[in-house]
């Protein structure tokens, strides 16, 4: 999405300075300041500049990328991650106190991939946001959305580093990204959502392929941090010699301090692994006592093989530490940084080292010849011009600086080619222009400017520019000046252009020169340019302005003149020389006065006369010599030349300092105490304090000041020795920069005094106040810049000229009192100027209004121990004179004031004039005195000026007195000192018995009036009030009333057709929740994976159970025994039926018989009693038996036909309920079916659409999926139901979940960049009087459509789904509460009238909204597919059918009812209360409420009793009472048609429930089945082994095989009692399991016991209990057994 920027607004012209000395001097003396140089500005600081090779520049600051073309005309903004917004969000970061490193939200521009055969260029970059997010953007297209992202790349915090650089490695030549940040910082407040994760925390330098589809999390390599190394600042990364070089230093963030020296640690260039080839620490102190180990920028000359870096010192709190040595510039050779890294375990984790134990890391060391000193530096960038070394710095105050380095790497003095007005500090990274080397990118602050790297136009003449050695400039023999290459026209021709190596030798110059005796020739030497035309040259004599000679010559050749030897041409005292060609000329001026006064070589040479050396005499060029004598040149006197070197005077010559210190034994000890002032502006300073010891002792005393440590040093002569302890010096002008100074006393050492500073001219902003009074004595206050070096403030008025007044100033302010300009006219305009040295600076204008006039004053007693005294202050004017007031005589205000007022009321006249504050008058500005008594006076102490619209107040009081009253009393007048303004006011007198006679009645008769007044308004204010009330409590039932008839009329909900595929749960899970329904701890023992078990694992004795159970006489006999014990509850019968129901899951053909015999068997026991209660409840083990059996043999009836209508019902039920409000605490909705859970206390609420983002997750990637959705949610909704909306959208827009739970992710605001997290609970949630929190909600935090929201992944400590306690509420507010004044934007006023059963219509529009859905669903449940029931239903109904004819029953009506208490009772109602119980959802229970009421409307249909409702019925029975015959009818048919349906036959039966086991094999594990039977078998242990069968006598022969005989001996008697034991403990006796006893027919023990027998059976009885188990697990359960003794 494209962002609207604002372009920086147009520079305002500088003013101009007052003196033409001094704007001459700046212009020659000072650099450019960009009036004609493009600049760029952006809301908020920059953080990251790139310049890419065709597409423009790219700048990156807040959360805005912006595209620049070369020229800074402003092409696109984005905002990161196309949000929407501007680009001044969010709020700016303040600028630390340098040198410490900036905070930005951008963190990486980095333009790659261009010039790549068949690739787009790219950009990477890299912002705070999301945890340290990457996007890759398209160079030339950048509003094309990103191509890839990712987060986790840089570091997520605004004042972390991170520095990478992107290149192309591998067989494939993919793009790789090697990035090296400070990821976790070490203060307490850092966002946990900031941090990496756990794994991550100690990364430093990662690498990551940038070509995937998204720039994952997981690195392809990682160097980490050494344990316990601290934070590192890594502050550049460039590609040298096949490796990946990252300069950094330890730096700790909280303190601002480095722990240790700037390093480089240097990586491979390679892909898919990352190698440490080692690191190297960097040594660039020299000249500092503490070192330099901060780096604050860095440059690759890559062309020459070395690194350059700006390195700092500690500053201290406030910069009190910064000295001229502070930064330096240091340059390192690449080979020997290389050569000296090595693989320890330093600052990162190696595995390979190659260094010893505890050896610590040897400094390289700079190039010494280019080091660089200075105090401020910024940044730095190199490269290489013509062979020459460029280096270009940027300061702290705003300076651009351009070294040149000599052929053997020397730095000269650094010129100065821009600087920035404001003064702001140059940003870390200087940036050139890809395509023309003239220009670099300079940014500073919140601009960018496009700055040229020379000012070639300063030197004047070809010498000049090409002795400047400076590689961008040279000579233009078209232009004639010297330039820019590009900017030399013709540019193809090379000879029209002269560079730094030709030398100054090449120069056009005039010579003269002597080619004979008598004649002196004129011509040009050097290089010209090549001319189509003639040349042309003239001689003229400039006293007469006749020629002396004249010349021409073709195109090709240089003209020549020769001048013949004259008499005459002596006298010839100017002349001026041209040659010329077309329109190139170049002209010289030689002065040839006095020649003859010279006698030595040197002083003719220095002037344009000539030398002739044989006879030893200067003359005039034109006079006659030996051409081999005749000498113009400087080649014979150069060392004298040298030695007469022009030297400055004191005022500032520049020498190099002598080293030789001279010994003075015996002279006396110099002593110096202090410089004043320490700050002077680039003017210099004419009256420089030095302060110390004996100085009129000495006779030769200089200052030298040392700067920059590569220029000259200033060498200052002392101006006036005041005494013996002041001593004055003048400073010349400099540039701006902190220099060091020192005094040296008669050649002797240099004694250091401390740094001077050398700062811009004082810059005004802002003057306060602007106006004043006239007689003056205001304090005026002067905002702005380096006022710490203005020598006068002075005030220009246009009368009485130049004023000085006194000032206090500090560096940014400047406090002066108001001169009196009395006798002016009322208004008068001054102009506030500084004066620095001799120069005026306008600073702005101040205006003078008339005084203020006192137009009341009143003193009133607070108690007898305090006065206070209230003064009234007219300010306003008419006409541009003053309100004429009533009492104003000279000096003396009177005041009346009107006694039944606090405060007189101005004038007529004044009260409706200007407002009165122009003056802004302060405490500081007023002074007050009461005067009572016998001229006594008191202090009135100033509380405060209160302002209205006409006049202002003055408050004072005087306090601590004993006796106010009689102060008051005596009280005469109040004298109110303004400034210089003095005035008194008078108190006037009345009467006081003409008070009391006017006053009183008029009072009184006041306040009657106003007290009938009073109770009349009030009474018909209260009347008024009842009549609103009730009109709106009517309004609001018919508003109520009216919207409830008209949604059922007109509502309609949008039912979701496609919704998606039903969840439902498999088999195994719906079988448990059906038959654990309150027990859901079984659910996981019987999950077991049973596919992988192998068969012959099974334990032996759970094989004897299953033996056991397979027995049907023996299994209906337990299950009756049980039954009649006492403490085999209900829940113990369903349980042991649901365990019964597992463990023959594989058998349902034996189940249903054992179903049949105790259903039979309960139909016994029902007969006796009433017949119609059968199977009504859940009772016995055989109706729990039928429930479950029923659910086994519909799961496919019911997931085939009956599962999609059901979940349909489902999800439109919860789409009417959220489709109103929710309370979230007690689950009430407005729309619902149930009574009991209807929201009658519902607010006002509205519908919000949301933009909703969802985050990219690695649960969730498919590229299909549509991640940005419109939801709709209503303002009422709580957070967490806003999330549960979004995920039900989510799911129905993508059909597939999100991939996480909702206490997984959270939900984000996003305000254009600025992102709020939202939560129920906050610090901005509303706390009610009772203590009682209410939840947070959409409209709460003020969301509106279209709003922005981001569902993220929280990373860690995310809770589990909130319960919320009393404490917490929602839409329901607490008792105490509900008829209070709700405060807040949106609930403003009292709670409307409420009553529940305006809402009941709510009731009816749900069950509307669902009808049809419903319908559908009961006609599913009572239709005949293909006109068959489903197996089980015709067969059990048959089965009751039959049942109820063998028991000669003919009510029908009994039978009608066993089947509804069968299958709609027992199954069909438990499956509709419970959709849980087959579909994976979640039921709350607000829905369970609603599904009630559909479950007995559903049973309804199937009773055989009439209703009889009334209007008191409850509305459950009444939502669905008209419904309910039509659904009897359709359940008697449906009941009519399985009866005439044909009747299964055996085998038809046997083959489905046989189809039915196989399916469901191995779905449980039945052996924890059968265990948690034998645990009831063991419990019952007793009962059921003193059961009795009796068995047929005259057997006397056990058979376990045929023919083979029990034989029984009187070894190893076992006893009953021992047998129960092994049972109970779980052992065995002899290897027989303990199921095995049980099996023995109970007779057999009895046989014995009736012949008086104690043994009950042998060791042998082990085959026999063995062969029974096997017989009765092979189905030979009916083999004769018998037994003899």
């Not at 009341?856 to 003064?871: A, F, H, M, Q, S």
């Not at 606090?902 to 200007?914: A, E, G, M, V, Y």
């Not at 062969?1667 to 057994?1681: E, F, H, P």
Request: aromatic residues 8%.
């Amino acid at each position: 999405m494209e962002v609207s920027r604002r372009k920086a607004p147009p520079r305002p012209p500088r003013p101009a300075a007052p003196l033409p000395l001094l704007a001459y001097l700046l212009a020659l003396a000072a650099p450019s300041r960009g009036a004609d140089e493009p600049v760029w500005r952006s809301e908020q600081a920059i953080g990251a500049i790139a310049a890419s090779r065709a597409d423009g520049v790219f700048v990156a600051s807040g959360s805005c990328l912006d595209q620049l073309d070369y020229s800074l005309e402003h092409r696109l903004s984005r905002l990161y991650r196309d949000q929407a917004g501007n680009c001044t969000e969010p709020v700016s970061l303040a600028p630390p106190a340098r040198p410490r490193p900036g905070s930005s939200f951008s963190k990486l521009l980095l333009p790659y991939s261009e010039g790549a055969a068949d690739l787009q260029g790219l950009l990477l970059t890299g912002w705070t946001f999301d945890r340290g997010a990457c996007e890759v953007r398209l160079l030339g297209n950048l509003s094309h959305s990103s191509l890839r992202n990712g987060t986790e790349v840089v570091s997520c915090h605004p004042q972390g580093s991170t520095a990478g650089v992107v290149y192309r490695a591998g067989d494939q030549n993919r793009w790789y990204l090697a990035v090296a940040a400070t990821y976790v910082l070490p203060e307490p407040e850092t966002a946990s959502r900031c941090n990496p994760a756990a794994s991550d925390r100690d990364t430093a330098i990662a690498l990551k392929d940038t070509e995937g589809r998204s720039l994952a999390t997981e690195e392809l390599g990682r160097l980490k941090l050494r344990g316990g190394a601290g934070s590192l600042h890594f502050v550049d990364a460039f590609l040298w010699n096949g490796s990946v070089y990252f300069p950094y230093y330890p730096y700790n963030y909280t303190s601002g301090a480095a722990t240790g020296w700037p390093s480089m640690v240097r990586i491979a260039q390679s892909a898919k692994v990352l190698q440490f080839q080692g690191q190297a620490a960097l040594d660039c102190g020299h000249g500092h006592p503490d070192g330099r180990r901060l780096l604050l920028s860095s440059s690759l000359v890559e062309a020459l093989g070395v690194w350059a870096g700006v390195f700092s010192a500690a500053t201290g709190e406030g910069q009190e530490k910064r000295s001229p040595a502070t930064t330096a510039l240091c340059l390192f050779r690449m080979s020997e940084i290389q050569e000296r890294a090595k693989s320890c375990s330093w600052d990162f984790q190696t595995a390979e080292q190659n260094c010893k134990e505890g050896e610590q890391p040897e400094r390289v060391q700079p190039i010494a010849s280019s080091t660089l000193i200075h105090s401020d530096l910024t940044s730095v960038y190199g490269t290489v011009v013509m062979n020459r070394t460029v280096l270009f710095l940027g300061t702290g105050d705003g300076q651009l600086l351009k070294v040149i380095l000599g052929e053997n790497l020397t730095s000269n003095c650094p010129e100065v080619i821009y600087e920035i007005k404001e003064e702001t500090p140059v940003f870390y990274k200087l940036v050139p222009h890809p395509k023309k080397n003239i220009y670099i990118y300079l940014t500073a602050g919140k601009e960018v400017r496009r700055i040229r790297v020379a000012n070639c136009s300063k030197h004047k003449s070809c010498t000049e520019c090409l002795t400047a050695t400076d590689p961008h400039c040279g000579w233009c023999h078209s232009l004639q000046r010297c330039a820019f290459k590009e900017d030399c026209v013709p540019l193809d021709n090379y000879e029209n252009w002269l560079d730094i190596s030709s030398g100054a030798k090449k120069c056009p110059q005039i010579n003269l020169f002597r080619s004979s005796e008598d004649k002196t020739t004129v011509t040009v030497v050097g290089s010209l340019p090549p001319r189509r035309s003639e040349w042309k040259c003239v001689v003229k004599n400039l006293d007469t302005g006749r020629e002396l000679c004249k010349g021409r010559s073709p195109p090709g050749r240089v003209c020549t003149c020769n001048m013949p030897t004259r008499a005459t041409y002596k006298d010839v005292l100017a002349v001026n020389m041209t040659f010329s060609s077309g329109s190139w000329h170049l002209s010289k001026r030689f002065n040839f006065t006095n020649c003859s006064s010279f006698r030595e070589c040197p002083a003719c040479i220095g002037t344009d006369c000539a030398w002739c050396k044989s006879e030893r005499k200067c003359i005039h060029p034109f006079t006659a010599c030996d051409p081999s004598d005749y000498k113009t040149n400087q080649e014979h006197c150069q060392v004298a030349v040298e030695k007469r070197a022009p030297s400055k005077t004191a005022g500032g010559g520049r020498f190099t300092e002598n080293r030789s210190s001279r010994a003075n034994p015996g002279l006396q000890v110099f002593y110096i105490k202090s410089i004043e002032p320490r700050k002077i502006s680039t003017l210099g300073k004419s009256n420089v304090i030095v302060t110390g010891a004996n100085f009129s002792q000495a006779s030769n005393i200089t200052m030298i000041l040392k700067g920059t440590s590569t220029c000259d040093k200033d060498v200052i002569q002392v101006s006036h020795v005041l005494n013996d302890t002041h001593m004055k010096f003048s400073l010349p002008s400099s540039r701006k920069e902190m220099k060091d100074v020192c005094i040296q006393f008669d050649g002797g050492n240099c004694t250091s005094v401390g740094p001077l500073s050398y700062i811009a001219l004082p810059h005004c902003s802002l003057i306060y106040p602007a106006t004043t009074w006239i007689s003056g004595g205001q304090n005026i206050t002067i905002l702005g810049r380096n006022f710490d070096v203005i020598d006068n403030l002075i005030i220009s008025h246009e009368l009485k000229g130049n004023i000085n007044v006194s000032e206090y100033c500090m560096a940014t302010s400047c406090r002066f009192s108001a001169p009196s300009f009395k006798g002016s006219k009322a208004r008068a305009n001054v102009t506030v100027k500084l004066r620095v040295q001799e120069t005026y600076l306008d600073c702005g204008s101040l205006q003078y209004l008339e005084d203020p006039r006192f137009t009341g004053c009143r003193v009133e007693p607070e108690g007898d121990t305090e006065l206070e005294v209230k003064i009234q202050v007219c300010f306003s004017l008419i006409s541009g004179g003053m309100c004429p007031l009533p009492f104003a005589t000279g000096k003396v205000c009177s005041c009346l004031w009107v006694p039944s007022c606090t405060l007189i009321s101005p004038s007529p006249l004044c009260s409706s004039q200007k407002e009165n504050d122009d003056f802004n008058i302060s405490k500081t500005d007023i002074e007050i005195t009461l005067f009572h008594g016998e001229n006594k006076q008191l202090n009135c102490s100033f509380e405060n000026i209160t302002r209205n619209q006409d006049l202002t107040i003055i408050l004072c009081k005087i306090k601590g007195i004993t006796n106010a009253n009689s102060i008051d009393t005596s009280s005469k007048k109040v004298r109110v000192k303004l400034g210089n303004l003095e005035l008194y006011v008078e108190q006037e007198t009345v009467p006081t018995t003409w008070y009391f006679l006017i006053v009183l009645p008029v009072l009184l008769v006041i306040v009657i009036f106003a007290a009938v007044g009073v109770t009349r308004h009030k009474s018909k204010e209260l009347s008024r009030k009842q009549s609103q009330q009730l009109e709106l409590l009517e309004s609001e039932l018919r508003k109520e009333i009216r919207d409830g008839f008209a949604e059922l009329q007109m509502d309609k909900l949008d039912v979701v057709d496609s919704f998606g595929t039903v969840p439902f749960l498999d088999y195994k899970h719906f079988a448990l929740r059906t038959f654990f329904p309150e027990s859901g701890g079984f659910t996981h023992i019987f999950t077991e994976d049973m596919h992988n078990r192998d068969a012959n694992d099974k334990n032996e004795s759970l094989t004897a159970l299953d033996a056991l159970i397979c027995n049907k006489s023996f299994l209906v006999t337990v299950i009756h025994t049980l039954e009649k014990q006492k403490n085999f509850s209900v829940k113990d019968r369903c349980l042991f039926a649901s365990f019964l129901t597992i463990a023959l899951q594989t058998k349902l053909v034996y189940l249903t018989s054992i179903l049949e015999v105790l259903t039979r068997d309960l139909m016994e026991q029902s007969s006796n009693m009433q017949p119609k209660l059968m199977l009504r409840r859940t009772e016995s083990v055989v109706e729990k038996l039928l429930t479950n059996w029923m659910s086994v043999c519909l799961s496919g009836f019911l997931r085939e036909t009956v599962g999609e209508p059901f979940y349909l019902l489902v999800t439109t039920l919860n789409q009417k309920i959220n489709k109103g409000p929710v309370d979230v605490i007690t689950c009430k909705a407005l729309y619902t079916l149930n009574e009991d859970w209807l929201l009658w206390q519902v607010p006002e609420f509205s519908t919000v659409a949301l933009n909703v983002v969802f985050e990219k997750i690695p649960e969730n990637e498919s590229a299909d999926v549509c991640r940005n959705i419109s939801v709709n949610v209503l303002d009422c909704d709580t957070i967490g139901q806003a999330k549960e909306k979004i995920f039900q959208a989510f799911l129905s827009k993508n059909g597939s979940p999100y991939g996480l739970q909702l206490n997984e992710i959270g939900l984000e605001l996003q305000v254009g960049t600025r992102q709020k997290e939202l939560l129920d609970i906050d610090s901005s949630s509303v706390i009610l009087e009772d203590g009682i929190t209410k939840l947070n909600t959409i409209g709460h935090y003020e969301i509106s459509n279209g709003s922005a929201i981001k569902v993220f992944k929280k990373i860690a400590n995310f809770t589990t789904d909130v319960e919320y306690s009393e404490d917490h509420c929602h839409l329901i507010l607490p008792d105490s509460e509900a008829f209070q004044d709700v405060q807040g934007k949106r609930h403003r006023g009292k709670h409307k009238f409420k009553v529940k059963e305006m809402y009941l219509t709510k009731l009816l529009s749900t069950k509307v909204a669902i009808h049809s859905v419903l319908e559908k669903l009961f006609r599913s449940i009572w239709s005949l597919p293909n006109s068959r029931a489903p197996f089980a239903i015709k067969y059990f109904f048959d089965f009751l059918d039959a049942q109820a004819e063998n028991k000669k029953i003919t009510d029908p009506d009994v039978v009608h009812i066993w089947k509804t208490n069968s299958l709609p009772l027992r199954f069909w109602v438990n499956i509709l209360k419970n959709p849980q119980f087959v579909f994976d959802i979640k039921k709350t229970p607000h829905i369970d409420g609603c599904l009630s009421v559909i479950a007995q409307a559903f049973m309804d249909a199937f009773s055989l009793t009439e209703q009889q409702l009334g209007k008191e019925a409850p509305t459950n029975k009444l939502l669905y009472a008209k419904d309910i015959p039509t659904y009897k009818e359709e359940v008697k048919s449906y009941y009519k048609a399985i009866r005439d349906l044909p009747p299964l036959s055996s085998s038809e039966m046997e083959e489905f429930l046989t189809q039915e086991s196989k399916k469901h094999e191995n779905e449980f594990n039945e052996e924890v089945a059968l265990t948690e039977i034998y645990k009831y078998i063991v419990k019952y242990f007793d009962e059921l082994f003193i059961l009795r069968e009796r068995i047929p006598s005259g057997l006397h022969t056990v058979t376990t095989e045929p023919n083979e005989e029990l034989e029984l001996t009187n070894s190893e008697i076992t006893t009953q009692a021992e047998i129960k034991s092994w049972m109970l403990n779980g052992q065995s006796h002899q290897g027989v399991p303990k199921f095995c006893f049980l099996m023995l027919p109970l007779n057999f023990f009895l046989f014995f016991q009736e012949r008086g027998l104690d043994l009950l059976y042998t060791v042998n009885c082990r085959m026999f209990t063995a062969r029974y188990c096997q017989a009765s697990q092979s189905g030979r359960r009916n083999q004769t057994w018998a037994y003899s003794r």
